[in-house]
Every structure is written in structure tokens, then in C-alpha cells.
T-cell receptor, first 115, second 114 residues
């Protein structure tokens, strides 16, 4: 069965520290890849996405992610986090097969950034 | 509208009651999805519509869950005889059809079954 694994459930960092959140998926077909962010009390917002082309994608707020096809990975990075990055982060994989269209989420990583 | 609108924002139901959750997608979005997000978990796929056709309902957890989109725009997720394990946030998302479009999510309906 298709699945998305996020390695860290909780991450605590100090401001200005670097961030890397791991994401691996299990699906051998064509995929689109996403990272969503959910700030406390708010709805899911798209952080960045990968459809094709350059495997290093840049998103909003200084986030970037790298798609490594051979490792089935799509890790999220940010060189220097801010207190305002405190949120929950979800990796998601969009699967396609004919008329079949489904977005599968990981369990999420809760990030707390301390000033 | 500008975004995906869901109502009600919060719903408290007594165990055994039926509930109906509404989703108003972005105008022109052909695809509509429902997800269930339990506390501390990632969203879990429930069902997918393309226009009024329900193409995938493999994620609906039981026959107490039913979704419809009769005119290809507004969708309703109905849960009959609610149970405590149904307590979750129910998210709706919409998208243009095709392979290279992301989803836009609504704010969700938080259902609490007491």
C-alpha cells in the first residue's frame, strides 16, 4: 500500500538554527510531492510543491525541498528558522493512475521554535 | 469564492445523531476531496469527486459515512449514527482537474461526538 513517512514527530529548535524534516514515500509510479504547513488554529497551507524538472524546489518563507527519486525522499529544509515557523508540517504525495487522483499525507512533524 | 468554504466550523453531536457537513469549493474546481484528520494525525483520505461523479470512496471508514455532490459544486459529507471515534476535523479540498494542480483546503469542520 502507498504510504508517506515523516521521520520526526516533534522537533524543537532555537531561532536561527537550521531545519531539515525528513519525508519518504512508498509508491513506484508518477507522483507529485508537496509540503503543507498548518499554523496553530489555521487551515493547511501549501508551502511548496514538486511536479517535474529541477529536483530542488523553493517555496514560501525561505523553505526549500529536494526530491531524490532514487531514495523516494522529499526532505524539507530551511537554513535559519524563526519563531513564526512554529507549526505542524505535513509531507504529501499525489498519486495518479487514469482517473484516480489521491493525496496521501504523512503523520506530520510538529515544530516548536524557541526565541 | 476566493477559497474553499466549510460549514459549520464546529459541530458537537450526541452519540447516535446524524450530522451533515458542507463544503463549497472554489468556483471552477472540478475535483473535490474529503479528508478526516484525527487529533495528532495527518489528514486521511475519505473520498474524491470529479464533478458530480464520486470516483473514489475507498477511504470512507464505514457505511455510516456518505458523501454527495449532486450538481458538481457544493458537496455534503453525512455521518449517520455518529460514534465517538468519528470525532475529528473534516477537511474539504478542491482542485482543477489534471495532473499538475495542487489542492486548496478549507478550514475544516471540527466534529466532537459526546
Amino acid at each position: 500500500a502507498q504510504s508517506v513517512s515523516q521521520h520526526n514527530h516533534h522537533v524543537i529548535l532555537s531561532e536561527a538554527a537550521s531545519l531539515e524534516l525528513g519525508c519518504n514515500y512508498s509508491y513506484g509510479g508518477t507522483v507529485n510531492l508537496f509540503w503543507y504547513v498548518q499554523y496553530p488554529g489555521q487551515h493547511l497551507q501549501l508551502l511548496l510543491k514538486y511536479f517535474s524538472g529541477d529536483p530542488l524546489v523553493k517555496g514560501i518563507k525561505g523553505f526549500e525541498a529536494e526530491f531524490i527519486k532514487s531514495k523516494f525522499s522529499f526532505n524539507l529544509r530551511k537554513p535559519s528558522v524563526q519563531w513564526s515557523d512554529t507549526a505542524e508540517y505535513f509531507c504529501a504525495v499525489q498519486l495518479f493512475s487514469g482517473g484516480y487522483n489521491k493525496l496521501i499525507f504523512g503523520a506530520g512533524t510538529r515544530l516548536a521554535v524557541h526565541p | 469564492g476566493a477559497g474553499v468554504s466549510q460549514s459549520p466550523r464546529y459541530k458537537v453531536a450526541k452519540r447516535g445523531q446524524d450530522v451533515a457537513l458542507r463544503c463549497d469549493p472554489i468556483s471552477g474546481h472540478v475535483s473535490l476531496f474529503w479528508y478526516q484528520q484525527a487529533l495528532g494525525q495527518g489528514p486521511e483520505f475519505l473520498t474524491y469527486f470529479q464533478n458530480e461523479a464520486q470516483l473514489d470512496k475507498s477511504g470512507l471508514p464505514s457505511d455510516r459515512f456518505f458523501a454527495e455532490r449532486p450538481e458538481g459544486s457544493v458537496s455534503t459529507l453525512k455521518i449517520q449514527r455518529t460514534q465517538q471515534e468519528d470525532s475529528a476535523v473534516y477537511l474539504c479540498a478542491s482542485s482543477f482537474t489534471g495532473t499538475n494542480y495542487g489542492y486548496t483546503f478549507g478550514s475544516g469542520t471540527r466534529l466532537t461526538v459526546v
